[in-house]
């Protein structure tokens, strides 16, 4: 039987507890999963991605996972790896609709499958968005971002 290998890509500037929830609920799935720190050159980070890297491997001290960045499309580094899926969190219905065109594109740039999880509902309104806003404003963010974040 192939191992099931998934990919879960994002920009985790910081991860926050919704990711921690999603990717707890796809450990329940795959083999193997590859948190893809995706890294883009137009896009400024309050976070340097040794951090997050740091952050996201010390919150899953876990074999199945594995801590990378990577530049280009997503499918290209999904085909690097030999990963069949993707893995996309969802917090709300707008969410939904975005990633809904995301993954209809890279469905046919390639046969990489999305897989869609919600987040939980206690975890439904934090994006990393928010926590950089809170953060920025000297805000307490320890209840929105795992153990492991300590900016």
Known sequence: MDKKIAVFPGSFDPITKGHESV???ALKLFDKI???I????NKTYLFPIEKRVQWI???FNNPKIEVVSYQGLTVN???KVNAQFIIRGIRNSADFEFEK???DVNAKLSNIETVFFMASAEYSSISSSIVREVYKNGGIIDMLVPKSVKP
């Open 77 to 79: 580094f999904c085909k």
């Open 34 to 36: 590859y948190i893809a």
């Open 38 to 41: 995706g890294e883009n050159s």
């Open 57 to 59: 491997k010390k919150a």
């Open 101 to 103: 065109s995301i993954a």
């Open 23 to 25: 990717i707890n609920k």
